[in-house]
Every structure is written in structure tokens, then in C-alpha cells.
């Protein structure tokens, strides 16, 4: 079955092993700035939405906050579990953004990292306000990738000929006025911060093959994107790797 038949939550179970390995993860700057200018410290309650296999949740349980990890993807939420196995501050909950299964006004922090693009916009906000604590604080987290250099522009080019659902659900809508529109009635802090991935061939290709976009084998573009893939790293390598740069994007509502 083709990804762009399957639902939002489902999508994500045949690149589970891709995701895991080969996704950037997140800054640390990105806790260092909530807990410099938003009082955020770890004796307070965070809820990861959409939580994945955990690479944001990650930030905060290395760092003892009580995290809860909400995601509807069994095998996504099952990675996390392994991966904060002998942490007793994780707790990986099968919910979504509009229903988490969490109790109201218990939540200081909600976090959502590359996922907010995914949730129904007026349900998931529903469900933020009824489990926030007052004054609790909202940060949505995107890596969006700079497209400055010769490399990453040919990239670019490479994903919107090959890859017919790149478009789909586009994270890159959700910038700073979208969002102020969506939380009209709070505050919106934007923070951009640096962050990037080195890869060899093997990691390039499986960070490709993370995405939802990404056509299966069987598709007539897989084969042309394959080759343009390996053309891209034979003429951009150094040292046989290649270096993706990004932006990592913070808005945080409170």
C-alpha cells in the first residue's frame, strides 16, 4: 500500500526503523531557553504530543523531567519505551493531540516536535487548554532545513520532482503569523536556533526514506530519486559525508 493512502498515524509504521536512526534530533538550546526565559525547570510536568520514537522527549528525560510521551503510532511509541526503558520519568501513553488520555490542568509544558502539522488545529488546542495548568506554556518545535547552498537547493529540486506528497501536510505553512492567528489570544515567542546532520551514504538515504513523502520501491519516481540521490552525494561529499544544515524553529505560546 502506497503512504499516501494511509492515515496520518498509519503512515509512519513502515519507516519506524528509519525514523529511529536517522532523524535529526533537537538542540539542547531548546531547554536551556525555556528554562532561562520561561521558568521551566524539571519539577515541572512536560507532555511530548506526538511524541514519535522520542527524540524531543529525550531532551527533557536526560535532564530528570517527569515527560509523558503521547503517540498513536504503536510501533513509534513502542521504540520510545525501549529507549527510556530504565528511566522511571517517561511514560509513553497511546492518545493523540486531540484526546491525550491525561488529566486536566496537570500539565506545565506541552512540546511537539515535527508534529503539530499533523493535528486537527482547533481540536488539539481544545485538548492543550483543558490539560495545561494555568500559565502552563505550549512549544512547538519544527527542523526545517536551510536550502542556502548549491547542495541543498539541488536537493530540494530532487524531493518536489520526485516525490509526489511532498507537499502534503507541509510544516513550513506554520510560521510565525499562522501561528499567532491559531493562539490569537496568548503571546508567541519565535527562537531559532542552529542545528545539523552529518551522514554517510547509508545515513543520507535512510534520513530520505524517514519521510512520509518518500515514494515506496515499487513507485515509478523511486528509482529516479535513487539515482539523483547518489549523484547529489558523489559531487557534494567531504570526507565521505554529507552535511544537511538546519533551522530549528521554536514558537513557544504562553
Given at each position: 500500500?502506497?503512504?499516501?493512502?494511509?492515515?496520518?498515524?498509519?503512515?509512519?509504521?513502515?519507516?519506524?526503523?528509519?525514523?529511529?536512526?536517522?532523524?535529526?534530533?533537537?538542540?539542547?538550546?531548546?531547554?536551556?531557553?525555556?528554562?532561562?526565559?520561561?521558568?521551566?525547570?524539571?519539577?515541572?510536568?512536560?507532555?511530548?504530543?506526538?511524541?514519535?520514537?522520542?527524540?524531543?522527549?529525550?531532551?527533557?528525560?536526560?535532564?530528570?523531567?517527569?515527560?509523558?510521551?503521547?503517540?498513536?503510532?504503536?510501533?513509534?511509541?513502542?521504540?520510545?519505551?525501549?529507549?527510556?526503558?530504565?528511566?522511571?520519568?517517561?511514560?509513553?501513553?497511546?492518545?493523540?493531540?486531540?484526546?491525550?488520555?491525561?488529566?486536566?490542568?496537570?500539565?506545565?509544558?506541552?512540546?511537539?516536535?515535527?508534529?503539530?502539522?499533523?493535528?486537527?488545529?482547533?481540536?488539539?488546542?481544545?485538548?492543550?487548554?483543558?490539560?495545561?495548568?494555568?500559565?502552563?506554556?505550549?512549544?512547538?518545535?519544527?527542523?526545517?532545513?536551510?536550502?542556502?547552498?548549491?547542495?541543498?537547493?539541488?536537493?530540494?529540486?530532487?524531493?518536489?520532482?520526485?516525490?509526489?506528497?511532498?507537499?502534503?501536510?507541509?510544516h513550513k505553512e506554520y510560521d510565525y503569523r499562522k501561528i499567532k492567528e491559531l493562539f490569537s489570544e496568548k503571546k508567541v515567542d519565535l527562537f531559532i536556533f542552529e542545528n545539523q546532520q552529518k551522514m554517510d551514504?547509508?545515513?543520507?538515504?535512510?534520513?530520505?526514506?524517514?519521510?512520509?513523502?518518500?515514494?515506496?520501491?515499487?513507485?515509478?519516481?523511486?528509482?529516479?530519486?535513487?539515482?539523483?540521490?547518489?549523484?547529489?552525494?558523489?559531487?557534494?561529499?567531504?570526507?565521505?559525508?554529507?552535511?544537511?544544515?538546519?533551522?530549528?524553529?521554536?514558537?513557544?505560546?504562553h
Amino acid at each position: 500500500m502506497e503512504t499516501s493512502y494511509l492515515s496520518p498515524i498509519e503512515r509512519f509504521s513502515p519507516l519506524v526503523e528509519n525514523y529511529a536512526k536517522y532523524r535529526p534530533g533537537y538542540p539542547e538550546q531548546i531547554l536551556f531557553t525555556l528554562e532561562k526565559h520561561f521558568g521551566i525547570n524539571n519539577e515541572k510536568i512536560i507532555a511530548d504530543i506526538g511524541s514519535g520514537t522520542g527524540q524531543l522527549s529525550k531532551l527533557f528525560v536526560n535532564k530528570y523531567y517527569q515527560t509523558y510521551g503521547i503517540e498513536p503510532n504503536d510501533a513509534m511509541r513502542m521504540v520510545s519505551i525501549n529507549e527510556f526503558a530504565t528511566y522511571l520519568n517517561f511514560k509513553a501513553i497511546k492518545g493523540t493531540a486531540e484526546q491525550t488520555f491525561l488529566y486536566s490542568e496537570s500539565i506545565d509544558l506541552i512540546v511537539a516536535g515535527q508534529s503539530f502539522h499533523w493535528f486537527d488545529n482547533e481540536m488539539s488546542k481544545i485538548e492543550f487548554n483543558r490539560i495545561l495548568k494555568h500559565k502552563g506554556i505550549i512549544a512547538l518545535i519544527w527542523n526545517e532545513r536551510k536550502n542556502e547552498t548549491e547542495f541543498m537547493q539541488r536537493y530540494e529540486r530532487l524531493l518536489q520532482k520526485h516525490c509526489s506528497n511532498y507537499k502534503i501536510n507541509n510544516h513550513k505553512e506554520y510560521d510565525y503569523r499562522k501561528i499567532k492567528e491559531l493562539f490569537s489570544e496568548k503571546k508567541v515567542d519565535l527562537f531559532i536556533f542552529e542545528n545539523q546532520q552529518k551522514m554517510d551514504f547509508t545515513a543520507f538515504i535512510g534520513r530520505l526514506k524517514s519521510c512520509s513523502y518518500c515514494p515506496s520501491e515499487n513507485d515509478k519516481h523511486y528509482a529516479f530519486l535513487m539515482r539523483g540521490m547518489n549523484k547529489l552525494y558523489e559531487n557534494y561529499k567531504c570526507e565521505e559525508n554529507i552535511t544537511i544544515e538546519y533551522n530549528t524553529l521554536m514558537f513557544v505560546i504562553h
